[in-house]
């Protein structure tokens, strides 16, 4: 069982201070595990190497560790593992699923605090993870990937990383994950900018915003937890926005210690309360994914909360969506609404001409002045490319192959690229439902494909191109009934509005097509076979 508490002198120790603690208490054993495994660098060949130490790179290696797979490393860019909720400690950082479904089915923690919980405890529970399932010793830090490319003769797996470092697999699982990287928008006159400026996921802790004039760029999912937080400290907030979103409430309580102990003696109360959740987001399905009367419900729904915050009609009009509920990410919140309404909050709809040396001009050409412009733009979500070079069968480069749009065969694997598998790969992200569940789904399948490789003693396993190919024709077919392609300009899609990021279905849809290794769409080589 999952403890967020953490002992120590006797003292019970919150998240953050037990976060604090798990950090510190690793400290040697980090420098000790990474000097032994660094020696396995070079000519030492693991069974499965895994890009990111984040919740897929964790929950692969616990799986496979289970299946018997002992023969892997984990590298990690950073210092500490997990990933975008390492990154993303912005105040007001908050989980838009409900604690319980968010996180694994294998790994459940009756100790949440809150129904939504916070960044700083799902890191918590991330640095659990590795203490509980002992996955110290596998993860080797300051390990940033530049390059991954197949030898083809061997067919073995090359990762190069930044400290000149090569690390030799027969499979590996790119676990990196689409939130992995972020950057400063592309604006006229960015550079000119003299004061500060602050993406959502690179937050400077160490900027006072007391007293201050500040600009935020961006009303998504990381604004609308930023802006009532800054409102409390700025002197100014002005909040640009350039497409208002549909805002749901947020039904998010404290646990209290009864339900606590409940799930901890009882843990199939909590599973019960998994399961519900679990139904309850599939059903909105059928009114996020496509047009139906439920999106209709939910569009009133929205409207009504929406008139329920904002009592003035200009104001109701200018965050009132003009598309259908679903096309863009849903967004909750309980208090963005009454933040925009503080005496010190504006919201600006005028689109952003350029940003000048003291602030930001709008199209009208009226000059914003601020001390500081924070970012809350998103991240850069590879959907026609990747996040390094991935160089397959032949060399040929996967980020040329993704130009257009990406593609895999059930989200995972793409042909030429034998015995790669991607976690969150093109394709096969939720709209309504728990990214862990689907991740889950993702891991079972590449573990089998891995058990695969080593039981047959394979030097390939390299997906057919026909198959890949009518698994798309199909995936697109179905997204073109979607309301993500009912015209609207999202993240979801590329600019010439290409889907590779959404599932078109059910979570339950995503497990029955994860659940099939069908062995008959992959080619096989056998290791003493010449390519």
Known sequence: MIELEFEMNNKTLKPAQALKAAQMSRTTVRRSSSKSAAAKSGEHVFDTLIIGAGFAGLGTAIKLREAGVHNVAILERASEVGGTWRDNQYPGAACDIPS????????????????????????????????????????????????????????????????????????????????????????????????????????????????????????????????????????????????????????????????????????????????ALYWTHESMALAVIWSSPVTRIGERLGQAFLKSQVPDPWMRRQLKPDYKLGCKRILVSNDYYPALQKENCELITWPIANIVEKGIRTSEGIEHRVDCIVFATGFDVPKSGTPYPVLGVGGRELAKEWQRGAQAYKSINVSGYPNLYIMFGPNSGPGHNSALVYMEQQIAYAVKGIRTILDSNLKMLDVKPDVQAKHNADIQKRLAKTNWNSGCKSWYLTEDGFNATMFPGFATQYAAQMSRFDVKAYRHVKADATV
């Open 100 to 275: 319980n479904l968010y996180s694994f089915s294998f790994a459940p923690n009756p100790n949440w605090s809150r129904s939504y919980s916070g960044s700083q405890e799902i890191l918590a529970y991330v640095h659990s993870l590795v203490n509980d399932f002992g996955l110290e010793k596998l993860i080797q830090y300051q390990q940033n990937v530049t390059r991954v490319e197949l030898d083809d003769a061997q067919g073995v797996w090359m990762i190069h990383t930044d400290n000149g470092q090569v690390w030799k697999g027969k499979t590996v699982i790119m676990a990196s994950g689409p939130l992995a990287n972020a950057s400063f928008p592309k604006i006229r006159g960015i550079e000119n900018f003299k004061g500060k400026k602050i993406h959502s996921a690179q937050w400077d802790h160490d900027y006072d915003f007391t007293g201050k004039r500040v600009a935020v760029v961006g009303t998504g999912a990381s604004a609308i937890q930023i802006i009532p937080e800054l409102v409390k400290k700025v002197d100014k907030l002005k909040v640009f926005q350039r497409t208002p979103a549909w805002v749901m409430p947020r039904p998010d309580f404290s646990t209290s210690e009864l339900s606590k102990k409940l799930f901890t003696k009882l843990p199939f109360t909590q599973k019960a309360i998994r399961e």
